[in-house]
């Protein structure tokens, strides 16, 4: 497809709707073929699939130039046809869906604690992942880790799919470096990530093009595009080595004025013992970390993607009802600002922490007075811990095939 007059990058709705958002609405004027293109794409992806008279309802597109498109995009090997459907009358209509096979991203997590990446295809599923544990992030490793990860993935694929790789996505904390202290790094071990340009030394060795997002921001996205929360208003926590956020609005990821919207570990939260603290010393896994380091016992389990926390006993009790209280009052204070439909959990953690945690923030928030406030459902994300990953190997998508995703690119 032709990347020319790269559109602003906007997100899906959280559910979907018969009335079509005008940003995924095509145009019959010429030259327009491949903004088109995106938008067809763009409503196949949020709806799961399309038959090629609902395409050019939803797009008013004209039926000649949906039929025209899809023909293209079928023979890109972008879309599949599936088993004709007969109604009560005329011809029997073909739904057509997005071919996994279509095209391939990879997707850059870089974190605190850990690094993945992964390869993912076009409808969102994660074909095979490398990984990495460290104690905080040095350069060097990183950039091993990048090189030998990519060459990896890449020779996992069959030769006539490699050409359909569509770039690198990364995900990563902005300002890495100002978290060197809380995370263990030694005095000035992190400088080295300051006045790093990432996209152009990732460029370099890996042969991709590279699109760089913050990492929760990152998140949230995935849980936008492949995730299953049905809302289109909702406030959005990530629990990681340090809690982070995002905020969708009538189905938009808002980056804000500054790209810094959702930055929802640094609200300030009711601390331990009266006064206030920022929601990273409540609801970060640091914060347990630490507390189990303390104990005399090794913390590194907390981050193997298979880590089970069940022996953690009454330290995981603790930092769980301590996390919960930080978030409820995160979100009471997020619903007094914008009446969110609901507030969505998800982190670095088994599903089993998910849903204990989820629970607990449910049950303080219920404890907290919210006269003259909406109500707000909270509920468990549907991605899980690769939501970051995910949403990463998602930027190559949206930059060259939808319309539809707002995500903060770096330009760095």
Same mark, same amino acid.
């Not at 544990?133 to 890449?154: C, H, K, M, N, T």
């Given at each position: 497809?032709? *990347?020319?007059?790269?559109?602003?990058?906007?997100?899906? +709705?959280?559910?979907?709707?018969? %009335?079509?958002?005008?940003?995924?609405?095509?145009?019959?004027?010429?030259?327009?073929?491949?903004?088109?293109?995106?938008?067809?794409?763009?409503?196949?992806?949020?709806?799961?699939?399309?038959?090629? &008279?609902?395409?050019?309802?939803?797009?008013?597109?004209?039926?000649?130039?949906?039929?025209? $498109?899809?023909?293209?995009?079928?023979?890109?090997?972008?879309?599949?046809?599936?088993?004709?459907?007969?109604?009560?009358?005329?011809?029997?209509?073909?739904?057509?869906?997005?071919?996994?096979?279509?095209?391939? %991203?990879? !997707?850059?997590?870089?974190?605190?604690?850990?690094?993945?990446?992964?390869?993912?295809?076009?409808?969102?599923?994660?074909?095979?992942?490398?990984?990495?544990?460290?104690?905080?992030?040095?350069?060097?490793? #990183?950039?091993? =880790? @990048?090189?030998?990860?990519?060459?990896?993935?890449? +020779?996992?694929?069959?030769?006539?799919?490699?050409?359909?790789?569509?770039?690198?996505?990364?995900?990563?904390?902005?300002?890495?470096?100002?978290?060197?202290?809380?995370?263990?790094?030694?005095?000035?071990?992190?400088?080295?990530?300051?006045?790093?340009?990432?996209?152009?030394?990732?460029?370099?060795?890996?042969?991709?093009?590279?699109? #760089? /997002?913050?990492?929760?921001?990152?998140?949230?996205? /995935?849980?936008?595009?492949?995730?299953?929360?049905?809302?289109?208003?909702?406030?959005? =926590?990530? @629990?990681?080595?340090? @809690? !982070? !956020?995002?905020?969708?609005? *009538?189905?938009?990821?808002?980056?804000?004025?500054?790209?810094?919207?959702?930055?929802?570990? &640094?609200?300030?939260?009711? %601390?331990?013992?009266?006064?206030?603290?920022?929601? $990273?010393?409540?609801?970060? #896994?640091?914060?347990?970390?630490?507390?189990?380091?303390?104990?005399?016992? &090794?913390? @590194?389990?907390?981050?193997?993607?298979?880590?089970?926390?069940?022996?953690?006993?009454?330290?995981?009790?603790?930092? $769980?009802?301590?996390?919960?209280?930080?978030?409820?009052?995160? #979100?009471? &204070?997020?619903?007094?600002?914008?009446?969110?439909?609901?507030?969505?959990?998800?982190?670095?953690?088994?599903?089993?922490?998910?849903?204990?945690?989820?629970?607990?923030?449910?049950?303080?928030? !219920?404890?907290?007075?919210?006269?003259?406030?909406?109500?707000?459902?909270?509920?468990?994300?549907?991605?899980?811990?690769?939501?970051?990953?995910?949403?990463?190997?998602?930027?190559?998508?949206?930059?060259?095939?939808?319309? *539809?995703?707002?995500?903060?690119?770096?330009?760095?």
């Amino acid at each position: 497809m032709n *990347d020319a007059n790269l559109p602003g990058l906007e997100s899906p +709705a959280g559910s979907v709707r018969e %009335a079509t958002d005008e940003r995924l609405r095509g145009s019959n004027q010429a030259g327009l073929r491949a903004h088109n293109e995106r938008a067809v794409l763009s409503l196949i992806r949020r709806h799961g699939e399309l038959a090629k &008279s609902q395409i050019a309802r939803l797009s008013g597109l004209s039926p000649q130039t949906a039929s025209v $498109i899809m023909r293209s995009l079928e023979a890109e090997g972008l879309v599949l046809a599936g088993e004709p459907r007969r109604g009560r009358v005329g011809q029997p209509s073909v739904p057509m869906r997005l071919n996994p096979d279509g095209a391939f %991203a990879f !997707g850059l997590k870089l974190g605190r604690r850990t690094s993945e990446i992964v390869l993912m295809d076009f409808v969102g599923q994660v074909r095979d992942s490398r990984d990495v544990l460290y104690r905080f992030p040095r350069r060097a490793e #990183i950039q091993s =880790f @990048v090189e030998r990860g990519v060459a990896d993935l890449r +020779a996992s694929l069959p030769p006539a799919l490699r050409r359909r790789i569509a770039g690198l996505g990364v995900g990563m904390p902005f300002e890495l470096w100002s978290w060197g202290e809380a995370n263990g790094a030694p005095s000035g071990e992190m400088e080295e990530w300051r006045h790093l340009d990432m996209a152009t030394e990732l460029e370099a060795l890996t042969g991709e093009a590279v699109y #760089i /997002a913050n990492d929760v921001t990152a998140a949230c996205g /995935a849980e936008q595009a492949f995730g299953t929360i049905d809302s289109a208003d909702y406030i959005y =926590f990530f @629990v990681g080595a340090f @809690v !982070g !956020g995002g905020i969708v609005i *009538d189905g938009t990821l808002v980056s804000g004025r500054t790209g810094n919207a959702g930055a929802l570990g &640094s609200m300030p939260v009711p %601390a331990p013992g009266g006064g206030r603290h920022q929601l $990273i010393h409540a609801a970060s #896994i640091h914060v347990l970390e630490r507390r189990v380091e303390e104990a005399g016992r &090794s913390a @590194v389990e907390l981050w193997r993607k298979d880590a089970d926390w069940t022996g953690l006993g009454d330290l995981l009790e603790a930092w $769980i009802a301590e996390a919960a209280e930080g978030l409820a009052h995160a #979100i009471a &204070s997020a619903v007094s600002v914008y009446d969110f439909e609901k507030a969505v959990i998800d982190g670095s953690f088994p599903a089993a922490v998910r849903a204990r945690l989820t629970e607990a923030t449910r049950q303080a928030l !219920g404890r907290i007075d919210l006269q003259g406030l909406p109500p707000v459902a909270v509920v468990e994300g549907t991605i899980g811990r690769a939501a970051r990953e995910v949403g990463s190997a998602s930027l190559p998508f949206f930059a060259k095939f939808f319309l *539809d995703h707002r995500v903060l690119l770096a330009d760095r």
